[in-house]
């Protein structure tokens, strides 16, 4: 078989003892990584024989959009993580030469990752609205929004 071809199973056990040597992951933490890369090379490349030096950014691209669809911004982080992993180990052991883990988007986890960056004018407006502006702490409040909307917000 030519060097550039391997089974699947080759891949990943190479994978997995040099994430042993070199991490020092814990069986728990490989399973899982195991699970994400052969989820992704059998998505990207398909059947076996595979070929790891013809991933590219498309194929996680459209992996991780995929996956994204199903997955918590959690369960996203530990895919990333799996990924990033693997593609470093596959510099290392000179199968692919260009750093595929740059395609891997940041996920937002944190508490209020969901809350949205901005509001739009008639989310503002509707916001506005419901201030009580006869008394004072509704102008208060009215001049805190507005300088968040003018100020807090204005790289949209």
Partial sequence: MPTDLWTLDVLVEAYKEHERRTRGLR???????EWNVRLFVRTALGDDPVNPAVLG?????EFIA????????????TVGSALR???RYLRVAALRDQPLEAAIPVIACWRLSALPRFLRDDQLKQVLAL??????????????????AIFGFAAR
Wanted: with cysteine; proline share 4%; glycine share 6%.
């Fill in 57 to 61: 950014r498309g194929h996680v691209a």
């Fill in 66 to 77: 995929s996956m994204s669809e199903r997955l918590s911004p959690a369960s996203m982080r």
């Fill in 27 to 33: 069986e728990r933490t490989l399973r899982g990584y």
């Fill in 131 to 148: 201030l009580e502006t006869c008394r004072p702490y509704g102008l208060r409040d009215r001049a805190i929004v507005l300088s968040l």
């Fill in 85 to 87: 992993s693997f593609f």
